[in-house]
């Protein structure tokens, strides 16, 4: 059977919140198996410790935070997530010096850097994934995302931008899982916004840290980033990133096949909800290495 992982040692970066601007240290360390995903905040006195559960969802406009009944936040969690989601790392304690993950390059890049630093440890106990039993569905206007029986993590994802820059880029992307598709394809996929939102942004305190170093930035009819993107369709590879990172927060992969059409963290999170809250559409379940195509190249860091 596949089993658990955490990392090998403890690791730091330091790094700006996209939307307080602040300089926030962030320290990965290692956790025993069935510990999940954990955020501790430690510029609280106490610290305060925060799971990565469904139910800690309180925002999902611009990024996805978790939120604790005494309103304590932790925000812009999804490409921290998402680095964590493909490298299958299962126990984790996040620490953080402020309210925010650190935005680094706007991808999840920085984090795999760190993890594979760090390394990667297998745990004795067996992993478990939520495997989808049954169709699930949820539309709001013209969007759409819905999530089907399948025998690997498969994603395929419309973006419908009318801005001229991204509708001259594929607006469509198909991903199947494996470690190794996520490092090259999907985890360098930066975040995007657009200069005419960024003084909007402003005024509501949001994107105080916002600068070209931290996402790609869209101009009237041109990408304004000096070295352009790292991938001709990096919109729509980012818009998997964020998949990957917000379907990570119930602390365990998914086995299922995903389709979408114009998402976001909203439609991730009311997609997430309506499959967890019916226990008919879904299972946690071990799988043996053997009968799983998603373990095709992964050995690169597993099988240490
Ligand atoms: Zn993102």
């Known amino acids: 059977m596949i089993k658990q992982s955490t990392l ?27 510990t999940g995903i954990i955020y501790r905040r430690i510029d609280l006195v106490p610290p305060v410790e925060l ?20 309103g304590i936040k932790i925000s812009t969690i999804e490409h921290l997530s998402a680095a964590l989601s493909g490298l299958w790392i299962d126990n984790i304690v996040v620490e953080l010096t ?16 760190l993890i594979l630093r760090a390394g990667v440890k297998k745990l004795a106990y067996e992993k478990k994934f939520i495997h989808i039993k049954q169709l699930v569905r949820v539309e709001k206007e013209d969007k759409w ?8 993590f498969t994603l395929d994802v419309t973006i ?10 594929l607006q469509s992307y198909f991903f199947s899982f494996s470690i190794e598709n996520f ?64 379907f990570f927060i ?19 999170y009311l997609l997430l909800k309506k499959i967890l809250k019916n226990k008919n559409t879904w299972e946690l379940k071990k799988f043996k290495k053997t009968n799983s195509k998603m373990y095709i190249n992964n050995d690169i860091i597993m099988d240490n």
């Open 8 to 34: 090998k040692k403890s690791i730091q970066c330091k790094g700006i919140g996209l939307h307080s601007g602040k300089i926030i240290t962030l320290t990965l360390r290692p956790a025993p198996e069935n």
């Open 51 to 70: 799971a990565s559960h469904i139910d800690m969802i309180k925002n999902t406009n611009f990024c996805t935070s978790l939120e604790n009944k005494n």
């Open 98 to 113: 402020g309210s925010e993950i650190p935005i680094m390059d706007g991808s999840a890049w920085p984090f795999v850097n």
């Open 145 to 152: 995302i819905e999530a089907v029986p399948h025998d690997n």
């Open 160 to 169: 419908d931008f009318d801005h001229p820059v991204i509708a001259s880029t």
């Open 183 to 246: 490092i090259k394809n999907i985890s360098r996929a930066r975040t995007f916004g657009f200069l005419k939102d960024i003084d909007i942004l402003r005024s509501q305190k949001l994107a105080l840290g916002c600068n070209y170093n931290c996402a790609i930035v869209i101009g009237k009819n041109s990408i304004l980033n000096p070295n352009g993107l790292r991938f001709s369709n990096e919109f729509v590879r980012h818009k998997i990133l964020d998949a990957i990172g917000d």
């Open 250 to 268: 119930p602390g365990h992969n998914f086995i299922g096949a995903f389709k979408s059409f114009k998402p976001g963290h909203t439609m991730h």
